[in-house]
């Protein structure tokens, strides 16, 4: 007779490692988020990186830090997720074939007629599903085992990934705050500058003529001897 307890953990231990199985997938699933992230987070960078405060002030050494900061964090990040998704051998029950032929022992053992003149008889299906539970089992805790160090690499890179954010942000309103202070400098590096004025005498060498308030006059030919009457 089938034991009810060996129904229900065959079934129990069957449904676990079907979702360690299925747990492969959802890392991958996850991915195009934190590149999109990442990407969006460097073009950033690439776009402030040009534009930083100048290094004589104390803005401008911060601005670096932290820009060394968010593109270590980016490093890191893409490290754990390269990580995450490292192929890995996972342990599966049995091969299909494999199993067949192991039941079809274990019903001819069971039809033997030794074995049914005996008290206690043998059962293809409780040494079937005996069988089926331990792989299930000892499948699911190697799978568990490699599927917590992915989860754990991407959680690592989800937080390194958001500690990159932060800081591209501290990073791009240190830098607005430093120029919308001090406003643009011509000469310093950094920034646009301001349009250089035109000397002072190239207006007054056009003028000159007419300093005096009158407009210089050009005088008429004098009447020819031939036209005089």
């Given at each position: 007779?089938?034991?009810?307890?060996?129904?229900?953990?065959?079934?129990?231990?069957?449904?676990?490692?079907?979702?360690?199985?299925?747990?492969?997938?959802?890392?991958?699933?996850?991915?195009?988020?934190?590149?999109?992230t990442?990407?969006?987070e460097?073009?950033?960078?690439?776009?402030?990186?040009?534009?930083?405060?100048?290094?004589?002030?104390?803005?401008?050494?911060?601005?670096?830090?932290?820009?060394?900061?968010?593109?270590?964090?980016?490093?890191?990040?893409?490290?754990?997720?390269?990580?995450?998704?490292?192929?890995?051998?996972?342990?599966?029950?049995?091969?299909?074939?494999?199993?067949?032929?192991?039941?079809?022992?274990?019903?001819?053992?069971?039809?033997?007629?030794?074995?049914?003149?005996?008290?206690?008889?043998?059962?293809?299906?409780?040494?079937?599903?005996?069988?089926?539970?331990?792989?299930?089992?000892?499948?699911?805790?190697?799978?568990?085992?490699?599927n917590?160090?992915?989860?754990?690499?991407?959680?690592?890179?989800?937080?390194?990934?958001?500690?990159?954010?932060?800081?591209?942000l501290?990073?791009?309103?240190?830098?607005?705050?430093?120029?919308?202070?001090?406003?643009?400098?011509?000469?310093?590096?950094?920034?646009?500058?301001?349009?250089?004025?035109?000397?002072?005498?190239?207006?007054?060498?056009?003028?000159?003529?007419?300093?005096?308030?009158?407009?210089?006059?050009?005088?008429?030919?004098?009447?020819?001897?031939?036209?005089?009457?």
């Amino acid at each position: 007779m089938e034991p009810p307890a060996l129904t229900h953990i065959e079934k129990a231990l069957s449904d676990t490692y079907r979702r360690e199985i299925d747990q492969e997938e959802n890392v991958w699933r996850s991915l195009p988020f934190f590149t999109a992230t990442l990407a969006l987070e460097l073009t950033a960078l690439f776009q402030i990186v040009d534009r930083l405060p100048s290094l004589q002030t104390w803005t401008g050494w911060l601005s670096l830090l932290l820009l060394i900061l968010s593109g270590l964090f980016s490093l890191i990040a893409l490290l754990l997720l390269a990580a995450s998704v490292y192929p890995a051998e996972f342990t599966y029950i049995a091969a299909e074939v494999s199993l067949l032929d192991y039941a079809e022992r274990l019903i001819r053992e069971e039809q033997d007629p030794v074995n049914q003149g005996l008290d206690d008889r043998f059962s293809a299906v409780v040494t079937l599903k005996t069988s089926l539970a331990r792989q299930y089992a000892e499948a699911t805790a190697h799978n568990r085992k490699i599927n917590k160090t992915r989860e754990r690499s991407r959680s690592i890179a989800g937080l390194m990934t958001i500690c990159s954010v932060l800081t591209t942000l501290v990073l791009v309103s240190t830098s607005l705050t430093y120029y919308s202070q001090r406003g643009p400098i011509s000469g310093d590096g950094h920034g646009p500058g301001q349009p250089i004025p035109a000397p002072a005498d190239v207006g007054r060498s056009s003028g000159a003529a007419g300093s005096n308030g009158a407009a210089p006059s050009i005088a008429s030919p004098a009447p020819a001897d031939a036209d005089r009457h």
